[in-house]
């Protein structure tokens, strides 16, 4: 136990086609929808998750709903990384002086290319990962 624990946050992500999982201290914390709403007009992220999913085919045509990835892959980079900095952000939703920096193991397809790895892996250190693992998802299930 070191002294500055504090300032390090460890979390596995499985980035799922329907859902997405955010696992912290062995408990699921997270489990939503993998879906984006966004402003046509402005390109802004306006909602995450289940308030994008209650969106879904009910707002305004300037809004529109985008589900980042496709067969486990990430189809959208931009609305994936988006979607992952979000749901960060559901972890601890108060305010805080400083955010710590995060490890971050996420379970990836066991068919994926090397370049669906690094978009995975970049989308994940431009949400906040200091330290991003990736593990294939039938490892992650052995474990």
């Keep these: 136990m070191g002294l500055f624990n504090f ?12 859902n997405t999982l955010i696992i912290h201290n062995d408990k699921v914390v997270v489990d939503e929808p ?18 994008a999913m209650q969106m879904h085919g009910k707002t305004h045509e300037n809004i529109k709903t985008i589900r980042p ?14 979607m992952i900095r979000g749901m960060i952000k559901m972890i601890n939703p108060g305010k805080r002086l400083f955010q710590p920096s995060l490890k971050m193991v ?7 290319t090397e370049v669906e790895k690094r978009a995975v892996r970049d989308s994940a250190e431009h949400a906040g990962g200091k330290e991003v693992y990736l593990i294939h998802e039938p490892m992650a299930a052995a474990i």
């Design 106 to 112: 996420i379970c990836i397809p066991s068919g994926i």
């Design 7 to 18: 300032l390090t946050q460890e979390i596995a992500i499985d980035l799922g086609t329907a």
């Design 69 to 82: 990835l496709k067969d486990g892959v990430i189809a959208d980079f931009h609305a994936a990384e988006h």
């Design 34 to 51: 993998s879906i984006v709403a966004v402003d046509r007009m402005t390109g802004r992220v306006i909602a995450v998750g289940k308030q």
